[in-house]
């Protein structure tokens, strides 16, 4: 398993750089902001040249002036309609592919969040290129790195397309300071797309505890739980005082211990707060794979040989049924 060693040279000329120009697809929720979506304007100052921030939905013109505070951004276009309010890529696809087109942009950058997965590939196809997914870094206006199998291998890619299509990995890119800048705010153009699917509704799991994806700590369990009920006696009690998020394993998910809206790897959340402390989690590729770029990774396992030991900056070998509670216990 690969992690990142530093930056990669970059491969850009100052004359070119001037002619670049990103446009970073801002997400909106409710009239908010999703703080994490900044990532692709982070991944888009790299580049160098002008970024422009993009965000649709019913009353965005507030949003966009929020986003214009965001250092690094000189302009934000908004459009204003309530058919983008879920946005379905059905029709946020043509609506973003005309704004590409007016603005004439050369680089298009999104999360590679749900939102970022549904929508670019089907902006890729309209603009007849080919989208690169998941970028951990950006080498030059053409060159991008990407991990590849599940992280085991990171590859370089050049694209030679003229409108470069991205997807960016939030982990990879700290966001931008969100205040202190002053963007302009500027109306996009509606084309008003059909749209075949409706959105009916949506059950969204409510907790009080920091969001999984951007909190600066997480506490996982994993198998060595054993149950539902030893998971929830210990894990939540951990969490809560270290006012961390709580992560799970697939293994702990798919047991029933934890909602798979924890789950943490490559068919999960992709996490890199700055302290992540796991029980009773073995350290298997595809739980590496959503974690590694943690700051600073801390694990309770009885087997000193699991391998989440080789990635962890601290490890306890121990029973995480004594060595939890007494944990928890210290740190209230
Ligand atoms: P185990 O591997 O069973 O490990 C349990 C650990 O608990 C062991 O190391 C054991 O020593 C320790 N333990 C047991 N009892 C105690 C105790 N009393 N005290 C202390 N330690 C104890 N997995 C993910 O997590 N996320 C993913 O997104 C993901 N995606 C996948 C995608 C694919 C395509 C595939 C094939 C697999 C994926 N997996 C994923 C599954 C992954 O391969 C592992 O099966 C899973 O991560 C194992 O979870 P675990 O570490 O909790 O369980």
Aim: one cysteine or more.
């Amino acid at each position: 398993l690969l992690r990142r060693n530093g930056p990669i040279p970059l491969n850009r000329h100052s004359s070119v750089s001037r002619l670049l120009s990103t446009l970073a697809v801002l997400e909106q929720r409710e009239g908010k902001l999703n703080v994490s979506s900044l990532a692709a304007v982070s991944a888009a100052q790299k580049l160098g040249g002008s970024v422009t921030g993009f965000v649709a939905g019913s009353g965005t013109k507030a949003v966009a002036e929020e986003a214009a505070k965001v250092k690094g951004l000189e302009k934000v276009i908004f459009v204003d309609n309530g058919a983008y309010d879920k946005g379905l890529p059905e029709n946020f696809a043509p609506l973003l592919v005309e704004n590409i087109k007016k603005g004439g942009f050369s680089h298009v950058l999104a999360g590679h969040s749900a939102f970022g997965k549904n929508l670019m590939p089907r902006v890729a196809a309209l603009l007849d290129t080919q989208q690169v997914s998941d970028i951990i870094e950006v080498g030059g206006e053409d060159t991008f790195v990407r991990p590849i199998y599940a992280g085991n291998a990171i590859l370089t890619v050049q694209t030679s397309d003229d409108t470069k299509i991205i997807t960016v990995r939030g982990t990879a890119f700290p966001a931008p300071e969100t205040e202190g800048g002053s963007g302009a705010v500027e109306e996009g153009v509606d084309p008003k797309a059909e749209c075949s699917t409706e959105w009916i509704s949506e059950n969204l799991a409510k907790s009080d505890r920091p969001d999984l994806a951007t909190a600066d700590k997480v506490v996982s369990g994993g198998r060595g739980l054993k149950s539902k009920e030893q998971f929830d006696k210990l894990i939540p009690p951990l969490a809560d005082a270290m006012n961390a998020a709580i992560g799970a394993s697939r293994a702990a998910v798919d047991s029933g211990f934890a909602d798979n809206s924890l789950q943490v790897g490559q068919t999960g959340k992709n996490v890199a707060p700055q302290l992540y402390l796991c029980a009773g989690i073995s350290g298997a590729i595809q739980h590496l794979a959503g974690m590694k770029d943690s700051k600073v990774i801390a694990c309770i396992n009885k087997d000193a040989d699991a391998p989440i030991f080789q990635v962890a900056d601290v490890g306890l070998v121990g029973d995480l049924f004594e060595k939890v509670p007494e944990l928890t216990e210290k740190l209230k």
